[in-house]
């Protein structure tokens, strides 16, 4: 089944429910300005997590910087919504678990946009892309062009 909005795809809804940034996480929603994604890194043990956090959930060093990751990822799960819960965010849209490239242990829930959202699927390259709102710069996703 393939059903697009009358508009076709859509890369940008007219609303969103914005985050409340702590002081971990304001990295993560503000690196966009950069053109960054920013995922924490342990420097103790040198891997990537995922929600930013002030200790590392492996080792516990509380020695974690955000660092900027390639912004390269693939589909792990992915579900198409049809219900309208938002004014101004009209179904249907693709809501998705990706994983990095830089390390499949980290995934980010987001939106993949610029597309049939029903051909959205399990195994898709995708690369990131920021949607601004104020401050905050949310990380959706789109996919790699073949
Ligand atoms: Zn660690």
């Given at each position: 089944m393939t059903t697009v909005s009358p508009k076709g795809p859509r890369s940008r809804p007219d609303t969103r429910v914005l985050p409340d940034p702590t002081w971990e996480s304001r990295s993560f929603w503000q690196g966009?300005?950069?053109?960054?994604?920013?995922?924490?890194?342990?420097q103790s043990c040198h891997r990537l997590f995922h929600p930013p956090a002030p200790a590392c959930f492996r080792c516990r060093s509380t020695d974690v910087v955000p660092e900027p990751v390639s912004g390269c990822a693939t589909v792990a799960a992915v579900?198409?919504?049809?219900?309208?819960?938002?004014p101004g965010f009209p179904p249907p849209y693709a809501v998705a678990i990706v994983e990095l490239d830089d390390d499949p242990t980290v995934r980010l829930t987001t939106n993949v946009v610029d597309c049939d959202p029903w051909e959205v699927h399990i195994g898709m390259a995708v690369v990131v892309r920021f949607e601004r709102w104020d401050d905050t710069w949310i990380p959706i996703f789109v996919p790699v062009a073949p």
């Open positions: 966009g300005a950069n053109g960054e994604l920013l995922i924490h890194r342990c579900s198409v919504n049809v219900h309208q819960w938002l």
